[in-house]
């Protein structure tokens, strides 16, 4: 179904918006010197891991370890995004590597 042009303008105009409320809201809440609450710096501190731990469990959830490959293309490219996060601290490189990889392996397993 085409969308049209008005359509389009009116979906880019709500996410720019959003996107440009979720920025700056925080700046009015917590300006330069005030200092920020306790429990905020808690989450801002435990929230990042946990997304990522639930988006791991999200994309192997529907692996089958039942039948061939075994789940093999998914835990080497997971391996391999371990490996190369923990040698060279670069979230770009890692996660680019390993769906790289990944799309190679099931492309060829």
């Known amino acids: 179904m085409p969308v049209s042009v008005g359509r389009s303008l009116v979906i880019i105009?709500?996410?720019a918006g959003t996107i440009f409320?979720?920025?700056f809201l925080p700046f009015l809440f917590f300006p330069p010197g005030k200092k920020i609450p306790p429990i905020i710096q808690y989450i801002g501190r435990v929230l990042p891991p946990a997304?990522?731990?639930m988006l791991v469990i999200y994309c192997l959830k529907s692996v089958n370890v039942s039948k061939a490959p075994f789940g093999m293309p998914e835990f080497v490219?997971?391996?391999v995004v371990i490996f190369l996060h923990v040698w060279k601290r670069n979230n770009l490189l890692s996660i680019g590597a390993g769906t790289v990889l990944y799309m190679f392996l099931i492309q060829a397993i």
């Open 13 to 15: 105009f709500v996410v």
């Open 51 to 53: 997304v990522i731990g």
């Open 77 to 79: 490219a997971v391996a």
């Open 21 to 23: 409320c979720t920025r």
